[in-house]
């Protein structure tokens, strides 16, 4: 099974003197504790990845040995507007999940000119990137059910 997590909003501005993280800290920390995977979709501003998710992650960083993404397997894929645009930002997040000690799937799946790209059911138009998706979310997966063995 797979779940969208849609708590990105809710998500206050990151402060390491909190004595007790804000519930929708906990709810993302629990999320990321209870997943066997995390498949990361981001858009690209200004050749970066979003503030929010950057905060978020932050948030999910601490405290650092026992942290959520420690050795969690991740995948990163993007979508901009531009032609090149999701590589860049794409790039960055792998670096900070690096960072975090998430095991990052080293595959790519950079969608170019994000506002065709899409049919109206929200499915890739491109056959070529579809079957990458695909490879990307089954090699993630490889990766969970091998440590899972
Ligand atoms: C503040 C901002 C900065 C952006 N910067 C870039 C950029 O540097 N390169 C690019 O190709 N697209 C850029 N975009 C376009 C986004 O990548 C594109 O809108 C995205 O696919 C849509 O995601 P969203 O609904 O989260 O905005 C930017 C969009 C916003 C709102």
Redesign the pocket.
């Known amino acids: 099974v797979y779940r969208v997590w849609r708590g990105l909003g809710q998500i206050a501005a990151f402060n390491e003197d909190c004595d007790r993280a804000p519930r929708p800290v906990i709810a993302l920390r629990q999320a990321l504790a209870q997943a066997d995977a995390v498949l990361f979709a981001t858009?690209?501003?200004?050749?970066s990845i979003?503030g929010a998710l950057k905060n978020a992650l932050d948030w999910a960083s601490r405290p650092v040995r026992s942290n959520p993404l420690r050795e969690k397997p991740v995948a990163v894929i993007g979508?901009?507007?531009?032609a090149?645009?999701?590589i860049?930002?794409q790039a960055e997040l792998r670096k900070v999940l690096r960072t975090i000690g998430a095991r990052v799937d080293e595959r790519e799946l950079v969608v170019p000119r994000?506002?065709h790209a899409f049919a109206a059911d929200g499915a890739l138009l491109d056959q070529d990137l579809a079957s990458a998706l695909r490879a990307i979310v089954h090699g993630v997966l490889d990766t969970t059910c091998r440590r899972a063995a």
Not at 43 to 47: G, I, L, T
């Open positions: 858009p690209e501003y200004n050749a979003p979508a901009s507007e531009g090149f645009g999701a860049w930002a994000a506002h």
